[in-house]
């Protein structure tokens, strides 16, 4: 039994540093391998300072690894060949 994921508005924009992201080297092809994860967040704990902020997340989601060029998932194969990159 499979179950449906959740579909979710997104109200506010995602603001993603790519700015620190390398861009896509064609001579060298090398993967670069990344994990995304989703929190549902208590903002109510957030403020009992830094070490305690870290209740205030709950996990619920990760993906990857996989590459953010060719954005394949991970496999022993896939990590020994190089990137095809951000081709189509």
């Not at 579909?7 to 540093?17: N, S, Y």
């Not at 992201?21 to 403020?47: A, Q, T, Y």
Request: with cysteine; charged share 25%; hydrophobic share 35%.
């Amino acid at each position: 039994m499979s179950q449906e994921p959740a579909v979710v508005e997104q109200k506010t924009p995602i603001d993603f540093e790519f700015d620190q992201i390398p861009p896509f080297d064609r001579k060298r092809r090398k993967h670069l391998w990344v994990v995304g994860s989703i929190f549902l967040v208590e903002p109510k704990k957030m403020n009992a300072g830094p070490i305690a902020s870290f209740g205030a997340f709950t996990p619920l989601a990760m993906t990857g690894p996989a590459c953010f060029y060719c954005e394949q998932e991970y496999t022993d194969e896939l990590g020994s060949r190089h990137c095809a990159g951000d081709q189509p």
